[in-house]
């Protein structure tokens, strides 16, 4: 089985673990309380039901006002038992042994689901959906490109995770994919930007494949991929940082971390911890935004400078050919009228000073035009490099701002988490802990060194994350 291990018995969804599970998301001072009393199984808006060897989902159908359920990390066959489960809106069956798409029709609010690492091989029966905007079923085994097209039924979906399965190595895998999903924003963790419909529309007649065609035609047929939206984020450098997509890339497929969530106070960490993160995220986000509109500003103005100087130039230049062609026109008008050669001779000399004279006027506005360009050229610069590198050093002193930085919360948050691992680690070498302490975790903690190690080699990754965002916000305004 895909997460069974031999040594451990697979469960059945229960009233034991439903009470259990009920009463760890109880606050410390209540759960004794929980305990005394039968639970109000109506009151119950969310459960977490992780890393508990559950082979069949049942015995669901009293929590009606569930709206929030996990189920990740076990060795679930079968999607079923969610029938009653009208009012859920977040959903992980992600990391379990799941072969078919089913039994999700009464979900009919549901707007975030996580199919993730299981083994189902097509895209199917999720016709009710209507209200989803984020799926998840990245390593599966999906082998056929076509089948995404199912999804285009989902009129809400926005964000989509499909990497890992077979049909990602196709050659033209992602272009498909954003062809005949045009309002997704994003895709495997990677923002759809407007530029991969240019690329579209740059295949068409380069190719003969009748498939790279039509994704052509149909991606250029369904509008900008979101371009008042999106693109602004990507032109103003703050991609990703809106919500909490870039929290959520750091914890992706770390294992160990929800495992551990299952420590006393770990949970509590790991509720507090993506709400400053996300809060500190759209802070930048926000000074982001309003640097790309002070360049986008500047960049308008020197544009409508431009714009004037040479009209000015152009107007000033047919002004000056204008008055030369009237002089001239007199000119033959009296040299129809009197065609003498002493007249002819004086009017031939006159043209040809006139002549000089509009030679000299028009190189002289040339010169005064250049003047004028290579002034607003370096008055623009100027500007430009005020505005880009004191976004560079706010991104670099104070990333991402007011002194509050993402590594010094991703830090903080280590620190804590270390505390809480060595402190439970003691207790294990006392034998403080019941023996019902969840075998996982036992496994986990099995060696000082070996968690260390784990908790560290986590920790180093999601700094590595935050240190590329911040490189990559660095490059981007460079480039620009």
Not at 131 to 146: A, C, K, P, Y
Not at 162 to 180: I, K, Q, T
Not at 218 to 237: N, P, Y
Request: proline residues 2%; aromatic residues 8%; charged residues 25%.
């Amino acid at each position: 089985m895909h997460q069974f291990s031999t040594n451990i018995e697979p469960n059945i969804i229960d009233d034991e673990i439903l009470q259990r599970a009920i009463e760890e998301k109880c606050p410390e001072d209540l759960g004794d309380i929980a305990r005394r009393e039968s639970t109000n199984f109506k009151v119950v808006t969310e459960l977490q039901l992780s890393f508990k060897s559950i082979l069949q989902i049942d015995n669901l159908w009293p929590l009606e006002n569930l709206t929030k359920l996990q189920l990740d990390n076990n060795v679930i066959e079968k999607i079923e038992g969610l029938q009653s489960l009208v009012h859920l809106v977040w959903l992980d069956l992600s990391f379990n042994n799941i072969e078919v798409i089913e039994g999700l029709d009464t979900l009919v609010k549901l707007q975030d689901l996580s199919l993730y690492s299981n083994r189902i091989s097509k895209i199917e029966h999720m016709d009710t959906l209507q209200e989803l905007q984020i799926f998840s079923i990245g390593r599966n085994n999906l082998t056929v490109l076509e089948d995404v097209v199912y999804l285009r039924r989902l009129k809400s979906l926005r964000t989509l995770n499909l990497s890992g399965n077979p049909f990602c190595r196709e050659e033209h895998y992602m272009l498909f994919v954003v062809a005949h999903l045009p309002s997704l924003v994003y895709l495997d963790f990677k923002l759809v930007r407007g530029s991969t419909v240019r690329f579209l529309h740059s295949l068409i007649g380069k190719s003969g494949n009748s498939i790279l065609h039509s994704l052509c035609f149909v991606a250029l047929g369904a509008g900008s991929l979101q371009k008042s939206g999106s693109q602004k984020h990507t032109t103003a450098f703050v991609e990703y940082l809106n919500g909490s997509l870039l929290f959520d890339s750091l914890y992706a497929e770390d294992r160990e971390a929800a495992k551990l969530a299952c420590l006393p106070g770990v949970e509590d960490l790991l509720q507090a911890y993506p709400s400053w993160f996300v809060s500190v995220s759209g802070n930048l986000y926000n000074y982001g935004l309003e640097e790309y509109e002070k360049r986008e500003a500047e960049v308008s103005k020197f544009y409508k400078r431009l714009h004037e100087i040479l009209a000015i130039n152009q107007q000033e230049s047919k002004r000056i050919i204008s008055d030369f062609e009237s002089r001239n026109q007199r000119r033959l008008d009296e040299l129809y009228r009197d065609g003498s050669g002493d007249v002819a001779d004086s009017k031939r000399a006159q043209g040809k000073e006139d002549i000089h004279q509009l030679g000299e006027a028009l190189m002289t506005l040339e010169a005064l035009v250049s003047n004028d360009l290579e002034d607003l050229l370096q008055d623009f610069k100027r500007s430009i490099d005020v505005i880009a590198s004191t976004f560079t050093e706010n991104i670099q002193v104070i990333y991402p701002f007011h002194s509050i930085q993402f590594r010094d919360l991703e830090n903080e948050h280590h620190e804590k988490v270390m505390k809480i691992v060595i402190a439970t680690l003691k207790k294990l070498d006392e034998d403080v802990f019941e023996e019902n302490f969840p075998e996982d975790i036992r496994r986990l903690l099995v060696d000082k060194n070996t968690i260390v190690s784990a908790i560290n080699m986590s920790h180093s990754i999601r700094l590595r994350k935050i240190d590329k965002r911040e490189s990559d916000m660095l490059c981007n305004i460079y480039q620009w």
